[in-house]
């Protein structure tokens, strides 16, 4: 390794220059950044990537082992590091240098080169591959007493969190501290926030307060609290409350540590300072359909120091294609359950949703979004895989959610229904199917049918026979290659179960047994979709028996109600269902024996397998009638009396087409039932006949007895004598006339017993000369008049006691409802009861509360008394009684001198006996 100089042939040796070597720091045991600068002699150019520059540390200096890429740095440049041999390192340089370049070599911290462990004046030497010749260094110093390598823990060692940081380290030999005298001194690295003012009590020395903490800048002084000893060990804790902020940039970071007694600042090893993330984020699209709004549901759970508060955002990205609306209400979104307090930011330039949390969430907690599918969001167009990211305003590195599919939307098979599947039968048609999220149709857009070739279809299909959701459909369905196209009547929504009824009037018929298939799709979901298949086969046969086989009565006729036995046989179906109706009525299901109803009627029946295939109704007429015809409205009746030679017969007969015979001799029918004859009646009893027969053979017969009586009733009138003399209004009347007859004396009926005898009373009019009218009529209606004549002198004479209930009128005893009694030193006598005793009429009005008496003799008097009140009314004019009448179970008491006085006669009183006598006419 010589280099020519000049022209001549000499030869000079080269050599690097000394190197001039800067350790920071520079004490003893502490791990320690090298700078080594020196030059390359003139021959010394070294070849990038092929030479080496080697380096020998000084006695007890540590060097490690592995020193990696990017642990040495050579002008700045990274640079290789070809291998550790104790002291010595060995570095490949990164590219080219000329003869005479300045190389400045860097042993940066991470390189973890540890100074000697002693104070001292030291060299390392150098050499490259082109200048072997090793050249010692300039001395550099290594100092004597430093504390030891800080290490330092971060809770959460997360970018821009208030973390609390714990840093321990032993002092140096000569590195004593004395408590609220001596300091430690920590400087924080760049992008840490250190707050202007932190308090004693949020610093800890070896578990203590600190005594007096100020801070400058990101260095913060610290007077202990506590006496330290020489190679002690020191723990500086740093609480949350302090509110140190991590840097804002993920990475490793270093502070550095001196006290009062070793102020030599010692780098800590580092420590890391790492994004936080959310993890788990799963993403669930409902409808996971291409071009639809859908509902997103995402789920992520927030990273180790994630924490949010309330009003802390999240943000979500969409994938391409996505759209999103202007707007979105905040009653659309919930998170784990709760309505947003405010609607989200929305950037749909960059798909991008802010939502501000409506609560606070912890670390590494779930939270659950769910945006409706109201909100507007509609899915890209391209079916494919997608994936959405979201971060948080605490974790703001995007992460990327799982793949979510999206595919063409298309209808979903629900049923085919087919009525009745049956052969060679006109079919209809009952199609469900239901939209897929994509499948929403205005009206006037397409469903298509497609038909096995093997259903035979007709030319078209009228439009009134095919009815989409219920509704008739607008214009005809037209057939190509069994395609029906049918267009819609009705708009129709998306997820919307569609039923299309195909009427067998439709004239679809299928010709052999089998199972078919049909295909759906529509105008806007077109992918064709195979709907379940059906089953098409011959149908059920039902057989009857009747029993009596016959009609028992005449034309045709039942008389006798037949036992009707009904069976069905089908292919499909060992049991199949029976129905049969009358006439028009609805459809029943045979269940046992039927018998008809009484009359004309068709029975109609059919059967029904499971499957739905049904025969066509079969029918049978039957006639019954089990009824003999009834003779109703008669206008005679058994027993009864008539006065005539004939009677005209009137009735109705339940059923107009009988034939009827009265006393052998038939008598015609109205349309209505009604028939009239004339029969001759003999005198005495006559029997008359009747005989009806129906249309069935029915006969009913019936006798009625009449009675003619011509001869008018006698009567024997045995009181009153003609022209006696009576003293009283009502007078008694008695005879004997014929049993059962009617009698009425002046108008009223008087009763007749079963012997013919009668008693009863009649009321005479007025004084003098009364004419009582006997009339008797016996129940043929004849009459027999009888007169009496009789003259009435009134006399009464009433006899009353005190506190007894027994009484005389006219020396005829009668029993009172209550006794006359003594009130207020007055004689109370009921009025009713004198009143009738004189003839005269009481009548009692309970709405006004007064009795009103009319009595006529020779004149008339008319007296109204009221309960209550001692004012009564003696014809129209006041009277004033001694005291008001009153009320004893049901009867009005009155003062027995307003009875003489209002009746004009006189009262006599039996102190004695307590009786009270009454007089009329007065002096009589």
């Known amino acids: 390794p010589y280099t020519i100089w000049g022209a001549s042939d000499v030869y000079v040796r080269s050599y690097v220059t000394p190197a001039r070597v800067y350790v920071n720091p520079p004490y003893a045991g502490s791990p320690a950044e090298y700078e080594i600068r020196f030059s390359l002699g003139p021959g010394g150019g070294l070849v990038g990537g092929v030479d080496w520059i080697e380096i020998t540390f000084p006695y007890n200096t540590y060097v490690p082992s592995g020193i990696w890429y990017y642990d040495v740095l050579i002008n700045g440049y990274p640079a290789i590091t070809h291998y550790v041999y104790g002291r010595t390192v060995r570095i490949t340089v990164p590219y080219t240098f000329s003869g005479g370049a300045y190389i400045v070599v860097t042993f940066p911290l991470e390189a973890g080169i540890i100074n000697p462990t002693r104070s001292g004046t030291y060299r390392l030497r150098v050499s490259t591959s082109k200048e072997p010749t090793v050249v010692s260094s300039y001395p550099y110093v290594i100092y004597s007493s430093v504390i030891s390598r800080p290490k330092v823990e971060v ?74 000893e020489p190679k002690e060990e020191v723990e500086i804790v740093f609480t949350k409350q302090c509110g140190i902020k991590n840097p804002t940039e993920p990475g490793n970071y270093y502070l550095s540590v001196a006290t009062s007694k070793e102020p030599t600042y010692v780098t800590s090893y580092y420590y890391k300072i790492v994004e936080s993330m959310i993890k788990n984020l799963l993403v669930s699209v409902n409808p996971s359909v291409t071009k639809v709004e859908a509902e997103y549901r995402i789920s992520f759970t927030t990273g180790e120091h994630g924490a949010l508060e309330e009003g802390d955002k999240i943000y979500i990205k969409f994938p391409p294609y996505t759209k999103l609306p202007d707007s979105i209400d905040k009653h659309l979104i919930t998170i784990n359950g709760e309505i947003l307090d405010k609607s989200p930011g929305i950037n749909k330039t960059e798909r991008l949703i802010t939502i501000k949390t409506p ?155 089998g199972e078919y298939s049909l295909w759906v799709y529509t105008s806007r979901e077109t992918e064709e979709v195979l709907m379940p298949s059906f089953l098409v086969y011959p149908p059920p046969a039902t057989e009857i028996s009747v029993s009596p086989e016959a009609p028992d009565g005449m034309n045709g006729w039942y008389k006798t109600t037949p036992i009707i036995e009904l069976k069905a046989k089908s ?35 059919f059967a029904r397998d499971h499957l739905g295939s049904e025969e066509l109704p079969k029918s049978l007429v039957f006639k019954l009638d089990t009824t003999p015809p009834v003779i109703m409205n008669l206008n005679i009746r058994e027993g009864m009396y008539v006065n005539t030679e004939n009677i005209d017969i009137t009735g109705n007969i339940s059923e107009p087409l009988s034939v009827l015979l009265i006393q052998g001799r038939r008598v015609p029918i109205g349309s209505s039932g009604f028939f009239k004859a004339n029969v001759s009646l003999n005198e005495g009893t006559n029997s008359i006949s009747f005989v009806v027969i129906d249309v069935a053979g029915n006969r009913t ?174 014809n129209g004019k006041a009277y004033i009684m001694d005291v008001e009448p009153v009320i004893k179970e049901g009867r009005i008491f009155v003062p027995i001198r307003f009875v003489a006085e209002a009746f004009g006669s006189d009262v006599k009183w039996f102190l004695e006996e307590r009786k009270v006598v009454i007089i009329y006419p007065r002096g009589g």
Request: charged share 25%; glycine share 6%; net charge neutral.
């Open 155 to 228: 809770i959460p060692n997360v970018v821009t969190a208030t973390a609390e940081y714990t840093i321990t380290f032993k002092t140096g030999p000569s590195g004593s501290l004395r408590e609220h005298f001596d300091i430690i001194s920590v400087k924080f690295p760049s992008d840490t926030y250190v707050p202007d003012l932190i308090s004693e009590e949020d610093v800890k020395i070896n578990g203590f307060d600190a005594y007096e903490v100020s801070t400058s800048g990101r260095k913060v002084t610290i007077k202990l609290p506590v006496n330290i």
């Open 359 to 513: 609560t606070s969430f912890g670390d590494e907690e779930e939270i659950v979004i769910i945006i409706s599918r109201e909100a507007g969001i509609k899915n890209p167009g391209i079916p494919g895989s997608y994936k959405l990211k979201v971060w948080t305003e605490r974790e703001p590195t995007e992460v990327l959610s799982n793949s979510y599919t999206l595919t063409e939307s298309k209808i979903t098979p629900v049923s085919v229904k087919v009525t009745p599947p049956t052969v060679g039968r006109n079919l209809s048609f009952e199609i469900k199917f239901k939209t897929g999220p994509g499948g929403s149709m205005r009206e006037g857009e397409y469903i298509y049918i497609r038909f096995s070739k093997e259903i035979d279809l007709p030319p078209y299909i009228p439009k009134e026979y095919v009815k989409v959701k219920g509704i008739t459909l607008t214009s005809n369905v037209s057939i190509s290659n069994n395609l029906l196209t049918i267009k819609t009547p009705i708009p129709v929504a998306r997820e919307e179960e569609v039923t299309v009824v195909i009427l067998n009037d439709a004239g679809i018929k299928i010709g052999e047994e």
């Open 571 to 605: 292919k499909y179906d060992k049991n199949p269902d029976i129905f049969y109706r009358w006439d028009k009525e609805a459809w029943n299901k045979y269940t046992g024996v039927i018998t008809p109803p009484e009359g004309v009627h068709v029975l109609y029946y």
């Open 701 to 874: 017969f019936r006798g009625v007895k009449i009675i003619r009586d011509t001869i008018p009733p006698d009567i024997e009138i045995e009181y009153p004598a003609p022209w006696i003399t009576v003293h009283t209004k009502v007078i008694e009347v008695k005879g004997k006339t014929e049993p059962g007859v009617e009698l009425k004396v002046n108008g009223k009926p008087i009763t007749v017993r079963e012997d013919g005898r009668f008693t009863g009373e009649v009321k005479l009019e007025r004084s003098g000369t009364n004419a009582l009218e006997f009339v008797v009529k016996d129940k043929a209606g004849n009459i027999t008049r009888e007169s009496v004549a009789v003259i009435l002198i009134l006399k009464v004479r009433i006899e009353l006691f005190i506190g007894k209930r027994e009484a005389f009128v006219n020396d005829m005893r009668k029993v009172l409802d209550y006794p006359p009694f003594i009130y207020k030193d007055r004689t109370m006598v009921p009025l009713r009861f004198i009143s009738e005793g004189f003839g005269a009429d009481v009548e009692w009005d309970p709405v006004v509360r007064v009795a009103t008496i009319t009595f006529s003799n020779e004149e008339k008097v008319v007296i109204k008394v009221s309960p209550g009140s001692n004012v009564a009314s003696l």
